[in-house]
């Protein structure tokens, strides 16, 4: 059973920066793709950043995070990361980490269990 574990949700002030990681307990290789994504009360669960594939991986981010958001991953450690700078009140959601594994042509996602962003304004 893959199991992801996320950390580094805090309380920070508009402008400041957090650094989410993830740990799978599964190896990177194993994976189609990972990434981070975000919910807010009453609202639904929305991409923020993703890396796709592997050996030339591609990276995508919401536009409202774009230039200040970086996903990145560490293969040695099986882990990922969301790097946040200049955060804004709107950002603040609970940030969960996802991967997804093909196998044998079908698709299987994980995610973790969340952690909380909070900015004051």
């Known amino acids: 059973q893959v199991r992801l574990v996320e950390s580094g949700g805090a309380l920070v002030q508009a402008g400041g920066s957090l650094r989410l990681s993830c740990t799978s307990s599964?190896?990177?290789?194993?994976?189609?793709?990972v990434g981070w994504y975000r919910q807010s009360p009453e609202k639904q669960r929305d991409l923020v950043a993703v890396i796709i594939g592997d050996m030339k991986p591609t990276y995508e981010y919401a536009d409202s995070v774009k230039g200040r958001f970086t996903i990145s991953r560490d293969n040695a450690k099986n882990a990922w990361y969301l790097q946040m700078n200049n955060l804004k009140p709107e950002d603040a959601a609970v940030y969960y980490c996802?991967?997804?594994?093909?196998?044998?042509?079908?698709?299987?996602?994980?995610w973790g269990q969340g952690t909380v962003v909070t900015v004051s304004s």
């Open positions: 599964a190896s990177m290789f194993s994976y189609e793709r």
């Open positions: 996802g991967a997804r594994q093909l196998v044998s042509g079908r698709t299987y996602e994980y």
